[in-house]
């Protein structure tokens, strides 16, 4: 029996003793230390068999977030460098693994030098894929790429570059062993990143949005017509009242930036379990960008939160990257907490101007 199985075994039967003999106490803080070594050890034993079975390089395991929601777990850390061909394991929390992938959120960057230089063509590419696994074995979204196995460019620049990999339920995800393309819900229960590039990637924070806890009702709000959070077509998750499809324009849509807010009034006494915001900001003047769609660029920065009549707020999300256009989520960290009397919906935009064309707010 090994050292791990052997302090299970001990605390447990020294509970059980407690609990026989009527003295049952709560765990003694040096039984927790032990206790949440356990589970840190157990975590990283999971891993290191995907890691074994997959033949990947990895050159560390992460299993203790540093936030967790009840639909989402984010681990930032210390910039680590992946050489090409790293990978960096993460840990799924169980309660979220019967859920389905709906977001990823990762922060990279490549180190600026002699021949890195910010503005100029990189011959050697940092490329940074993230991957989900599931049942099914590994696979990787479907949305705009700048490489192999669905990976995106990491920019030259001093700080790190946050990229927001939404709408797997719309995009779908591609099966890295088959190739094979699915919009079927994607359950994970464990997930990395790998560095595919030809030059090392600095790796720094990679989050997991999956969808939320089933609601009993909602309220939605839309700003431009033809927007839908639940539309009557099965094959598609929302429809979107502006966009591409309308040459980048957003009409309808409610503009936000700075110290333009949007304010919605929440139910008191319900229990939230989740906010989609469909939005863009690419901006409504008509012309072509570098990317062949409509709109110049935007880089606008959304934040969600929760407003109480005291003024202050308790965000759920900060300053994520806001897509041409599509729907992003967000969760409370206690989906059982009611919602106190006076308190509204806040959601602003930094950095540059998000057009807001809806927003559907769920209750349980």
Same mark, same amino acid.
Request: hydrophobic fraction near 35%.
């Given at each position: 029996?090994?050292?791990?199985?052997?302090?299970?075994?001990?605390?447990?039967?020294?509970?059980?003793?407690?609990?026989? @003999? &009527?003295? /049952?106490?709560?765990? /003694?803080?040096? !039984?927790? /230390? =032990?206790?949440?070594?356990?589970?840190?050890?157990?975590?990283?034993?999971?891993?290191?068999k995907l890691a074994k079975e997959n033949n990947d390089h990895v050159i560390e395991f992460n299993v203790e977030p540093v936030k967790k929601t009840c639909s989402t777990v984010s681990y930032k850390f210390p910039e680590i460098k992946m050489s090409p061909n790293d990978s960096v394991y993460f840990h799924i929390p169980l309660e979220l693994r019967e859920r389905g992938v709906r977001f990823m959120v990762l922060g990279h960057r490549q180190l600026p030098g002699q021949d890195n230089v910010p503005g100029q063509w990189d011959d050697k590419p940092g490329l940074s894929s993230v991957q989900v696994h599931s049942q099914n074995g590994w696979s990787y979204w479907n949305g $705009?790429?700048? &490489?192999? @196995? &669905?990976?995106?460019? /990491?920019e030259i620049r001093g700080d790190a570059e946050i990229e927001n990999l939404y709408n797997w339920d719309t995009y779908g995800h591609v099966n890295l062993k088959t190739g094979e393309v699915s919009k079927e819900m994607l359950k994970p229960d464990a997930m990395k990143v790998t560095s595919v590039g030809t030059d090392s990637v600095? =790796? *720094?924070?990679?989050?997991?949005?999956?969808?939320?806890? $089933? !609601?009993?009702?909602?309220?939605?709000?839309?700003? *431009? #017509? &033809?927007?839908?959070?639940?539309?009557?077509?099965p094959n598609h998750k929302y429809t979107l009242g502006g966009g591409q499809k309308f040459k980048g324009k957003f009409p309808g849509a409610k503009e936000i930036y700075g110290a333009k807010t949007l304010n919605i009034p929440l139910r008191a006494g319900a229990k939230l379990t989740s906010v989609d915001v469909a939005c863009g900001d690419s901006h409504s003047d008509g012309v072509q960008n570098s990317d062949g769609g409509w709109g110049t660029q935007g880089w606008a920065k959304l934040n969600i939160g929760?407003?109480?009549? #005291?003024? %202050?707020?308790?965000?759920?999300? @900060?300053?994520?990257?806001?897509? $041409?256009?599509?729907? =992003?989520?967000? %969760?409370? !960290? #206690?989906?059982d907490e009611k919602i106190e009397t006076g308190s509204e919906l806040i959601i602003s935009s930094d950095g540059d101007t998000t057009y807001v064309m809806g927003v559907h707010v769920g209750y349980r």
């Open positions: 029996m090994n050292k791990i199985m052997s302090l299970i075994l001990l605390i447990s039967i020294s509970a059980k003793s407690e609990e026989q @003999n &009527g003295c /049952a106490t709560k765990p /003694a803080k040096s !039984e927790l /230390a =032990l206790l949440s070594i356990v589970d840190q050890k157990s975590k990283t034993i999971e891993l290191e $705009p790429s700048s &490489g192999k @196995n &669905g990976a995106k460019f /990491a600095l =790796l *720094s924070e990679l989050t997991l949005k999956v969808s939320p806890m $089933p !609601e009993t009702s909602k309220v939605e709000k839309i700003y *431009s #017509d &033809g927007t839908a959070f639940t539309p009557e077509n929760i407003k109480k009549l #005291d003024g %202050s707020i308790r965000w759920m999300m @900060n300053h994520e990257n806001v897509p $041409p256009e599509g729907v =992003l989520m967000t %969760s409370p !960290e #206690d989906c």
